[in-house]
């Protein structure tokens, strides 16, 4: 009677440990990140040599951001070209327009130049 009272005791306590649940949570957590947008600014800069032109003419613009300039030229033919970014219109004709697009990736401050006059006609500073 003894031995039948101590393996029902065993068998009670095996069944019990077989039947409790456990509540360990076996779910792979996922890698999750956060993907920021990267937003570039466009700065727009619009120049009419000899109009809104000159050593005194001066934009800051934030390092990294896409830098469009426009430019023309109503009283010659010229070129214009970005000292330290070695960036040029190439020739216009009297009164073409032109286009320079680059990012401004050098920060420092750099003059915009005519070719043919050799003057600054703007300034732009990249900080």
């Not at 509540?23 to 920021?36: G, H, L, N, R």
């Not at 970014?85 to 680059?102: H, K, M, P, R, W």
């Amino acid at each position: 009677m003894r031995k039948l009272l101590i393996g029902m005791s065993v068998s009670a306590a095996l069944l019990a440990g077989c039947s409790s649940s456990s509540s360990t949570d076996t779910t792979v957590p996922q890698k999750t990140t956060d993907t920021a947008a990267v937003t570039t600014s466009v700065v727009e800069i619009s120049l009419i040599v000899g109009e809104n032109t000159g050593a005194d003419m001066m934009q800051t613009v934030p390092l990294g951001s896409s830098v469009r300039i426009t430019v023309v030229n109503p009283n010659g033919a010229d070129e214009i070209h970005i000292h330290g970014y070695d960036i040029s219109t190439g020739e216009l004709a009297l009164g073409q327009e032109a286009v320079i697009e680059f990012v401004a990736s050098n920060a420092g401050t750099f003059d915009i130049e005519s070719h043919v006059s050799e003057e600054v006609v703007f300034v732009l500073t990249v900080e």
